[in-house]
């Protein structure tokens, strides 16, 4: 989807996790993206790297394997993927710091004109209000639907 | 002649991705990781609610 770089990925049972290996200068590091129901037709995603021995997630940790393109098509692929299985799906996404944020922003803007294509995107505002997904302007969380 | 290259001989069937499903792959249901994160955005819904109109769009 989007025409974007990506590693392949695989899901579970449930299509609710998915398993991909970011592959870098750092060597390979499992990555874990997940959608929890948390209202109706409401999903949180959330992924971060797998510690294959103690099994903890984190999403605080640099890992700068130099791929986070590839990572980021990635996401937007699982996250199309999962809404043609759930197409009711509303996918919201928050970063884990401003930073993180920043990045899915980025990459939100960067690739507007292909995501606008198939989702409506909402971002949520410095009144913490709900408006379009306008570029340019700073949001602290998203969330979006298929068309 | 031209040569085909291996890119333009591939083929896309159909209009959606097939998706590998891993049975072994565990569903990370109850991760405390994930949890906190569901807690967190639970909590910022019940706070701002859905933008208008989203609802209805989406069901």
Do not use: C
């Not at chain 1, 609710?16 to 970011?22: D, G, K, L, Q």
């Not at chain 1, 099994?55 to 043609?84: A, H, L, Q």
């Not at chain 1, 292909?114 to 306008?134: C, M, Q, T």
């Amino acid at each position: 989807m989007f025409g974007l770089d990506k590693y392949q990925y695989s899901t579970d049972k449930t299509f609710m996790a998915y398993h991909f290996i970011s592959n870098g200068p750092n060597g390979a590091i499992q990555k874990i993206a997940k959608f929890n129901l948390i209202g109706e037709d409401l999903y949180n995603f959330g992924f971060g790297d797998l510690d294959a021995i103690t099994g903890d997630i984190s999403d605080t940790v640099i890992s700068d394997n130099k791929d986070v393109d590839i990572i980021m098509g990635t996401v937007g692929s699982i996250i199309y993927d999962f809404t043609n299985i759930f197409p009711h799906a509303m996918v919201s996404i928050e970063g884990t710091n401003k930073a993180r944020t920043r990045l899915y922003q980025m990459n939100i803007n960067k690739h507007w004109d292909r995501i606008a294509y198939v989702f409506d995107v909402y971002g949520l505002n410095e009144n913490e209000s709900w408006e379009p997904f306008k570029r340019g302007r700073n949001y602290s969380a998203f969330l979006g639907v298929r068309k | 002649m031209l040569r085909k290259t291996k890119k333009e001989v591939l083929v896309q069937v159909g209009t959606k991705p097939l998706i590998t499903v891993d049975p072994s792959l565990p569903s990370f249901e109850g991760h405390p990781f994930f949890e906190k994160k569901a807690s967190a955005a639970k909590k910022l819904f019940a706070r701002v609610g859905l933008p208008k109109g989203i609802g209805k769009k989406a069901r």
